[in-house]
């Protein structure tokens, strides 16, 4: 790895350039449209209740975590798309944030 500053060579494990003190960005990238809802939370909702909707109505989607409850969710098939969109980091709250896993 190299300094995006400098171009001195770096280790795989630095936090910043020995030659120059620049970051390395090697922490988590989070957008700058980020939730401030929690992404674990989100996934165990969905995982364990997610025929029920909890997860929508966690997210602030009242209307549609209700007419998941009504229909169990799709029949479990609307649940599992969220579920694979929370995993992949693509599920948004009802302010349009992404609900990203932040660690």
């Known amino acids: 790895m190299y300094c995006s500053n400098c171009g001195k060579e770096l280790a795989d494990n630095a936090f910043m350039c020995p030659a120059c003190g ?3 960005h090697c922490g988590p990238v989070i957008p700058a ?9 989100t996934l165990l909702l969905c995982f364990f209740l997610g025929g029920l909707g909890i997860h929508s109505f966690y997210a602030g989607k009242t209307v549609i975590g ?3 409850l009504i229909t169990l969710g799709g029949c479990g098939i609307w649940a599992l798309i969220d579920f694979i969109m929370i ?3 693509n599920y948004k709250d009802a302010e349009g ?3 990203v896993n932040k660690r």
């Open 66 to 68: 209700v007419i998941q």
């Open 33 to 41: 449209n980020a939730s401030d809802k929690d992404w674990l939370t």
């Open 87 to 89: 995993v992949c980091g």
């Open 22 to 24: 620049a970051p390395t």
């Open 97 to 99: 944030r992404l609900i």
